[in-house]
């Protein structure tokens, strides 16, 4: 029932691009991102919702294949500061489960 | 400051030891949580609180007891703990219209970073 992410881990060059993708086995309701700095809380940056569109943040947006029950979030033009650890979080029905994180790393 | 508030940061304790943890958020949020986050573990719910009344205890030991005295404040209180239930505790919120509907996102507390000696 929890959320598989991927990749576990990446390096990036400021200015690459990522994709960090959360697949879930079951119907999914909405599906939340979170970005967690070493030593912080998670911070919520945005959530999906089922039969809605595809939501931004600055240059970090999501998308939700409802069919698939998957998500992908999008960095663009990456900077230092989205270095963190990334969760998906998964509503299905009254369960909300949250993904294995994938560590995103962003080198100069 | 993520307008949850968790106290201590840092707690160290003997497995014999009685200690308390502490949230408090003042967001207008009706539903908190306890979260344990351990290292290379995926975040694993603990607790819920709807409204005040306990919605979910995830198959957690009796050594851990949660208490939400009203919509803003929430305790977990540690007993006889073990050398394994060391982890980062975090406490959350969210705003749930009702049991069953959407969550609109959590607020995460700083955690308390628990060590059991």
């Known amino acids: 029932q929890q959320p598989v992410q991927s990749p576990q881990a990446v390096i990036l060059r400021e200015g690459e691009d990522a994709v960090i993708n959360c697949s879930s086995s079951k119907a999914l309701y909405s599906v939340h991102w979170y970005r967690q700095k070493h030593g912080e809380a998670p911070v919520f940056l945005m959530i999906l919702l089922k039969g809605g569109e595809q939501k931004g943040h600055e240059k970090i947006s999501a998308s939700f294949n409802e069919k698939k029950q998957q998500s992908s979030l999008y960095l663009t033009a990456s900077q230092l500061s989205y270095s963190g650890t990334y969760f998906c979080?998964?509503?299905?029905?009254?369960?909300?489960?949250f993904g294995t994180g994938t560590s995103l790393t962003v080198i100069p | 400051e993520t307008g949850v508030t968790q106290t201590p940061r840092h707690l160290v304790m003997g497995m014999t030891n009685k200690k308390s943890l502490k949230c408090e958020q003042h967001?207008?949020?009706?539903?908190m949580y306890w979260y344990k986050q351990s290292a290379k573990k995926p975040l694993e719910l603990m607790f819920v609180?709807?409204?005040?009344?306990?919605?979910e205890n995830n198959s957690v030991p009796s050594r851990f007891s949660p208490e939400c005295p009203n919509s803003s404040h929430l305790f977990l209180h540690l007993h006889t703990l073990q050398p394994e239930d060391s982890a980062l505790y975090l406490c959350a919120s969210s705003h749930k219209k009702a049991p069953g509907q959407v969550n609109y996102g959590y607020t995460f507390g700083s955690g308390t970073r628990l060590t059991v000696v």
């Open positions: 967001l207008g949020h009706n539903a």
């Open positions: 979080g998964t509503e299905t029905g009254n369960q909300f489960y």
């Open positions: 609180y709807n409204f005040k009344e306990q919605t």
